[in-house]
């Protein structure tokens, strides 16, 4: 079975940084692409970033670009998400995301095109 569990999310002033984690398991992480999507209260789901599961290709929203960095870790199945210089408006529940059995340079184009996601963790940002 598999499993998409983040972790690290929180209350943040405006200006601050958080990490967020993503462990997988129930599957070789290696041959996924890995992405991070988020959803507002009333919302649409905003397709974050993505990384191939080489590594050699990224995917940011014009919302974050400059901001979040997405990384992998292949040895230990996990996915993060650092962001910094959070604002009001990057207040949302974040989702892990799973595109599995995909080519190394392949991407997501959108929240759609995953197969498994996690359960979410909130970020908060006060202004």
């Known amino acids: 079975q598999v499993q998409l569990v983040e972790s690290g999310g929180g209350l943040v002033q405006a200006g601050g940084s958080l990490r967020l984690s993503c462990a997988t398991s129930g599957r070789t992480f290696r041959g996924d692409a890995m992405g991070w999507i988020r959803q507002a209260p009333g919302g649409e789901r905003e397709h974050v970033a993505a990384?191939?599961?080489?590594?050699?290709?990224?995917y940011y929203a014009g919302s974050v670009t400059g901001r979040f960095t997405i990384s992998r870790d292949n040895a230990k199945n996990t996915v993060y998400l650092q962001m910094n210089s959070l604002k009001p408006e990057d207040t949302a529940v974040y989702y892990c995301a799973a595109d599995i059995n995909v080519a190394a340079y392949y991407l997501p184009a959108s929240a759609t095109d995953y197969d498994y996601w996690g359960q979410g963790t909130q970020v908060t940002v006060s202004s």
């Open positions: 990384m191939a599961w080489s590594g050699a290709r990224i």
